[in-house]
């Protein structure tokens, strides 16, 4: 399984948030700073969940609040979806 990292999830937040943005602070808040909503957040989540075949507990979405919460949280899930 490949780890997420900041560049990729970089790449993902720009999807969700239909824009590019110029760098991505691991401590920048997704949602006050940046501006993902909550349409964002769920391509985010879907994107993440489909790139790296695992699935994010819904319990867990508003506590993951910035990038490197998110990829921590990621990289140590143990559930992966079968491909």
């Known amino acids: 399984m490949a780890l997420l990292d900041l560049q990729e999830l970089k790449a993902i937040i720009e999807i969700a ?20 909503d909550s349409i964002g957040a769920v391509a985010m989540i879907v994107e993440i969940q489909r790139r790296y075949h695992v699935r994010i507990d819904e319990k867990e979405i508003p506590v993951l609040t910035t990038p490197q919460l998110l990829v921590d949280y990621i990289n140590k899930i143990e559930t992966v979806i079968p491909v």
């Not at 948030?17 to 993902?36: F, K, N, S, V």
Request: negative net charge; aromatic residues 4%; proline residues 10%.
């Open 17 to 36: 948030l239909d824009h590019e943005i110029a760098e991505l602070p691991p401590d920048i808040h997704l949602y006050e700073e940046l501006g993902l």
